[in-house]
């Protein structure tokens, strides 16, 4: 069983940044793959960024291209989103989430994850 905490969440202005942290417990995933999704209020969730099992290949909403930046330290079982250039329409609930496969293709698909967190709250101000 993995567990994952989300953090680093919170409110910002318009063209801030925050970076989010995601830290796993209870089985090491640095074999596995990790991603970021987010739900903003009256929408589905829907996928952010994905990483593979080594940081190596990463995979980008196009929403987040060019601005988020998904990064991992194996050895602190932790994930990272930086998050640059933020808008309004960043505001969600983000979550963290892993997969027990080190097969990559398919990471922007939620159901390829077996472990989620229970989210953290991103606020932008206009």
């Known amino acids: 069983q993995v567990q994952l905490v989300e953090s680093g969440g919170g409110l910002v202005q318009d063209g801030g940044s925050l970076r989010l942290s995601c830290t796993a417990s209870?089985?090491?995933?640095?074999?596995?793959?990790m991603g970021w999704f987010r739900r903003a209020p009256g929408k589905e969730r829907e996928f952010i960024a994905a990483?593979?099992?080594?940081?190596?290949?990463?995979l980008y909403a196009d929403s987040a291209k060019g601005r988020f930046t998904v990064s991992r330290d194996n050895a602190k079982n932790t994930m990272y989103l930086q998050m640059n250039s933020l808008k309004p329409e960043d505001t969600a609930v983000y979550y963290c989430a892993v997969r027990t496969s080190l097969y990559f293709p398919g990471a922007d698909n939620q159901g390829k994850y077996a472990y989620w967190g229970q989210g953290t709250q991103v606020t932008v101000s206009s």
């Open positions: 209870g089985r090491t995933v640095g074999n596995y793959g």
């Open positions: 990483i593979n099992y080594s940081g190596l290949s990463t």
